[in-house]
């Protein structure tokens, strides 16, 4: 499929991101009325930089990897997106991801448009300095359209806080003098923000106490299922199980374990290494990734890749309650099948928008250069996730909208309001 064709509104295939990224405004843009001029603002992004560079290997070799930076709409305030290095990474996926970003920080309302990027490659087969090297040498191709006050990078998938670190430094050589805030989710000792790491799982944990004051579902009664391991997948279990949860599943790419007892998740971040499989551990049962989307559980967070939740799967989905802490984890066919089936959907542009809300915290300290206490980080995550939480699940009753149609509704309306007060220049 073309850009064209995606700008006409053609079918796109289920599981692809930017067709499920432009389905979802396209039934916002139809709900709120959105003239046709409006829609074609919209639904494009407003910058795309490709770029191809070299890299010298330890062996001595030369590779080029291929890498993206996209900006989708900064009618509210500068880009905002994280970096993910995979080998799966693709322009179209940006776009969407980009276009995810632009409704969260709306939604969040939080001063930020939205923007992400990626690399094409696995970083895990990558030594140290070909990591650092690949790092920089991005940076610096991708440094015409970033900066403090016009696009800020974040971690994502493959990406962690030294790479953000490289990339601040980078960014800091061409000016001659430090500019922190031109990437989030650095280390500490560099201008990173105390509850960065943690912030996606935290604000699962935040919007999933919302979600149960609100259903009336008890969390130290509740049964919890977490598909993918990473960095928000295990947080968000660790914490769910400290509020009191029973987090009777997670799994990582390979597979599932379960306990219906319960699982001891810190016992298993204690003994997993970063690149061990979890059904390597032992002690638990082993599942399938689609046995454990498949479980009876109050509450399932699908925490892993876009597109794990279809037509083909949501039938089999038992869960009263999907909280995605994943980007784009539930199609649109998806979505009708849980809508028909009263499955309580809690959409990723509020459910995992805790990262970018202490993304824009970190910013927010290092343009003053004074930084808060840990708790007092958390406590405003915890009020500003908490507000759009609310927020959304009010426009949802009063619209009798299910909660990624009043998310969609409330964050493309508050971009069009802006857009509209700014104008079209000239």
Known sequence: MTVSDRQTGAAAPETDALGTALAQFDE?????????GMRRV???CKRELSVNFPVN???GEIRVYNGYRVQHNIARGPAKGGLRYSPQVSLDE???????????TAVANIPFGGAKGGVMVDPRALSMAELEDLTRRYATEISIVIGQAEDIPAPDMGTNPQIMAWIMDTLSMHQGHTVAGVV????????????RLEATGRGILFVIEELCSQRGLHLDEATVAVQGFGNVGSVAALLLQRAGAKVVAVSDHSSAIYDGTGLDIADILHRRSDAQPLASLGKYDTLTNEELLALPVDILVPAALEGQLTRENAGDVRAKYVVEGANGPTTPDADAIFHDRNVYVVPDILANAG??????FEWVQDLQFYFWEEDEVNERLRKVIGRA?????AAAEQGGLTMREAAMTLGVSRVVEATRMRGIYP
């Open 389 to 393: 939480y609310r927020e959304v699940a």
């Open 42 to 44: 919209l639904r494009v």
């Open 355 to 360: 990262g970018v809300i202490v993304s824009y």
């Open 184 to 195: 989030t989710g650095k280390p500490i000792a560099v201008g990173g923000t105390l509850g």
């Open 28 to 36: 916002a843009a139809e709900r709120l009325g959105l003239d046709e």
């Open 57 to 59: 290997m330890d062996s």
């Open 94 to 104: 940006v776009r969407a991801l980009a276009m995810w970003m632009t409704w969260k």
